[in-house]
């Protein structure tokens, strides 16, 4: 019985040490524009022996806080804009985009982001971009952003804000996503919340430590003292 409840709680002590990790890592993201938080729970997968730990991304939208500044774009609803990467297509919630010398729309590292026809030439005078997602120069229109849909299960969070589809996108649906010039998303995290989820599984982690150091020594009795002939 000690060992069997050893090896559980060993289990726990894992679940919780990858949930501080997860936890601490949505802190420190509370000011990553567009950040999408990460939680993790226990499941009972099929064919597993004992629950696992799973982590899911949150998607919900983030508040849309008003900048002022062009180049700065938001999405509200569920969808993406789509950026060229040296890895292939990533999706994107917008961000702070930029013209690179040629002209052409990037996000913040570089990355073209896609129209409808591929990257977006903007150079030349004042930009609006419309909430489908029509990119004007002057009052022409020189391309309409890419903007595409991905069931949540199905996308993969990989750094810098951008997420792989694991599955084609597909077009966005008329009026599910708007574009929104001049503002960007904030990261969905609430970090109040989060330091109190900190310190439970602290004490979470701290409870099942003491279970352990507790059926140890129940163990090291059973070894050293109760086969013992006197």
């Known amino acids: 019985m000690p060992i069997h409840g050893i090896v559980n709680t060993a289990r726990s002590l894992g679940y919780w040490l990858r949930s501080q990790e997860v936890t601490a890592n949505n802190l420190a993201n509370a000011n990553s524009d567009a950040f999408k938080v990460d939680r993790i729970t226990a499941r009972q997968l099929d064919g597993a022996a004992f629950p696992q730990a799973v982590m899911h991304t949150d998607l919900r939208q983030g508040t ?3 900048t002022g500044r062009p180049l700065d774009l ?22 702070s985009l930029q013209l690179d010398p040629s002209g052409q729309l990037t996000d913040s590292h570089g ?31 020189v391309g309409r952003l890419r903007m595409v849909q991905v069931p949540g ?5 990989e750094g810098s804000g951008r997420f792989q589809a694991l599955v084609p996108a597909r077009p966005a649906t008329d009026g599910a996503v708007q574009v929104r010039q001049g ?32 059926m140890d020594g129940v163990l090291g009795t059973v070894v050293n003292q109760v086969g013992r002939v006197e």
């Open 64 to 66: 849309l806080r008003e």
């Open 74 to 95: 938001a999405l509200e609803g569920d969808g993406f804009l789509v950026v060229q990467t040296e890895r292939g297509e990533r999706l994107v919630r917008g961000g």
């Open 111 to 141: 990355a073209p982001v896609l129209g409808e026809n591929g990257p977006i030439m903007a150079a030349g005078g004042t930009l609006a971009v419309h909430g489908d997602g029509s990119v004007m120069v002057d009052g022409a229109l």
């Open 153 to 157: 299960q199905q996308l993969q969070k």
């Open 183 to 214: 503002r960007i998303e904030e990261p969905n995290v609430d970090p109040l919340l989060g330091m109190v989820d900190l310190v439970a599984i602290q004490r979470a982690y701290a409870a099942n430590l003491d279970a352990l150091h507790a």
